[in-house]
T-cell receptor, first 115, second 114 residues
Framework: EAGVTQSPTHLIKTRGQQATLRCSPI?????VYWYQQALGLGLQFLLW???????NRGNFPPRFSGRQFPNYSSELNVNALELEDSALYLC??????????????FGAGSRLTVL | AQSVAQPEDQVNVAEGNPLTVKCTYS??????LFWYVQYPNRGLQFLLK??????LVKGSYGFEAEFNKSQTSFHLKKPSALVSDSALYFC????????????FGSGTKLNVKP
């Protein structure tokens, strides 16, 4: 079974540009979660999508946005990039939200560097 | 408020010695507790979870964790550390009632010296 896949692995942008990160969940998983892991910081929750809808978002400005497609894959868009957006962006999926004993399964991440 | 605390930024142990990585939590209702490990430039890998039942939970790679309700703790343990266990470890919790919110600790870097 394929795991959670993320692309690109690495992305280098300059300030003010836009970045798009992609995530494909495990087959059968309908929920996708995005986290930001900046250097020296823990995981900061960004967004949660389930069944094509944004269900929750963390404490991030509106220039962080995304969407979930009918096949449950997801995109994270970061507009007007700032230097502090440099981080590892992790995508995770779970079946049907986090009911019961469901766990989050993470992808390997996309490293975004803003120059 | 729900939260997770990992009081140690770093834990150093010698290979072959037992290791403990500490985690305490605060959550409404019964806790669902998890440990994840992250190797450099990689995503998080699930190690083990406590949902209900035995307080001692066994997971991957010889790790285990002990749930202590009175102390609201869920410490990660391994009887004999390996150099390859060196990584960043995250404790996470979600509440019984607010099950779609996953709270992660700040992470503990484990260094196992040969």
């Amino acid at each position: 079974e394929a795991g959670v896949t993320q692309s690109p692995t690495h992305l280098i942008k300059t300030r003010g540009q836009q970045a798009t990160l992609r995530c494909s969940p495990i087959s059968g998983h309908t929920s996708v979660y995005w986290y930001q892991q900046a250097l020296g910081l823990g995981l900061q929750f960004l967004l949660w999508y389930d069944e094509g809808e944004e269900r929750n978002r963390g404490n991030f400005p509106p220039r962080f946005s995304g969407r979930q497609f009918p096949n449950y894959s997801s995109e994270l868009n970061v507009n007007a990039l700032e230097l502090e957006d440099s981080a590892l962006y992790l995508c995770a999926s779970s079946p049907d939200g986090l009911r019961g004993a469901n766990v989050l399964t993470f992808g390997a991440g996309s490293r975004l560097t803003v120059l | 408020a729900q939260s997770v605390a990992q009081p140690e930024d770093q834990v150093n142990v010698a290979e072959g010695n037992p290791l403990t990585v500490k985690c305490t939590y605060s959550v409404s209702g019964n806790p669902y507790l998890f440990w994840y490990v992250q190797y450099p430039n990689r995503g998080l890998q699930f190690l083990l979870k406590y949902i209900t039942g035995d307080n001692l939970v066994k997971g991957s790679y010889g790790f285990e964790a002990e749930f202590n309700k009175s102390q609201t703790s869920f410490h990660l343990k391994k009887p004999s550390a390996l150099v390859s266990d060196s990584a960043l470890y995250f404790c996470a919790v979600r509440g019984e009632y607010n099950f779609n919110k996953f709270y992660f600790g700040s992470g503990t870097k484990l260094n196992v010296k040969p």
